[in-house]
């Protein structure tokens, strides 16, 4: 009973082990992904605006497009957040006693993962193209670009981090519920009140008249004497 699980999670109530819970791979990738957008959102943001040495005010490091620098700072924050809800909602996945709720956890970590690697192809693609297309003379000094090829890197790799939560997550899907003590419609007979108890049958002697009285078919048991009539016309 002890191996038994649903989506990749035993039974409801146990202890949280947290030597177990960070040594699984899903956890591993959610934290990965976390650091990533720390590192995306965190270049861009400190040293991704840059001016030229005749100006005061500071433009995006890729191609002057605000745009892209919004991008990579709105969706690196968005994904740190993302990953942190995801990493709460692993921690306490283990305490959902229903299916359904588990099955609707799982696919929303298969679907937001899938999303966000989706997001971060177009995020590296996006950066890249800026990056190559930037002009020599807005950038004499080759300011942050260290820190732009940085968020174009860990953009890549975001990629595919993301992609593996969403294959792990549609692995723990398809394990779904291995046992009848995690069947939706599953309910122990020892605590079903309207359950009544089945008694075998064993014989013609067992069966009594609703009084208590006897056989049902009469005083005495039948001994098959009482045979068909013939009728005389």
Excluded at 9 to 18: H, I, N, T, W
Excluded at 78 to 83: E, T, V
């Amino acid at each position: 009973m002890e191996g038994m699980q649903a989506y990749g999670a035993g039974k409801a109530g146990g202890a949280f082990d947290p030597v177990t819970f960070f040594q699984q791979p899903h956890t591993v990738l959610r934290i990965v992904s976390w650091l990533f957008s720390i590192v995306i959102f965190g270049c861009i943001a400190n040293e991704g605006y840059i001016n030229r040495p005749n100006e005061v005010e500071e433009y995006c490091i890729f191609n002057r497009n605000q745009s892209a620098c919004n991008y990579g700072v709105f969706m690196g924050s968005l994904a740190f957040l993302c990953c942190v809800a995801f990493l709460a909602l692993d921690v306490y996945f283990p305490q959902i006693s229903s299916v359904k709720d588990r099955k609707k956890a799982v696919l929303a970590d298969v679907g937001v993962s899938a999303f966000w690697s989706f997001m971060w192809f177009v995020g590296f693609c996006f950066l890249t193209n800026q990056w190559q297309v930037a002009k020599q003379e807005d950038n004499p000094l080759r300011e942050g670009a260290d820190a732009a090829r940085a968020a174009i890197t860990f953009a890549f790799f975001s990629i595919f981090t993301w992609a593996g939560q969403s294959f792990l997550g549609f692995q723990r899907y398809k394990l779904g519920a291995d046992s009848a003590l995690f069947s939706q419609d599953y309910t122990d007979p020892s605590q079903d009140a309207g359950g009544a108890p089945y008694t075998s049958f064993s014989g013609g002697d067992d069966l009594e008249s609703p009084g208590g009285e006897g056989p049902a078919n009469g005083d005495g048991a039948f001994d098959g004497t009482g045979g068909y009539q013939r009728q005389d016309y």
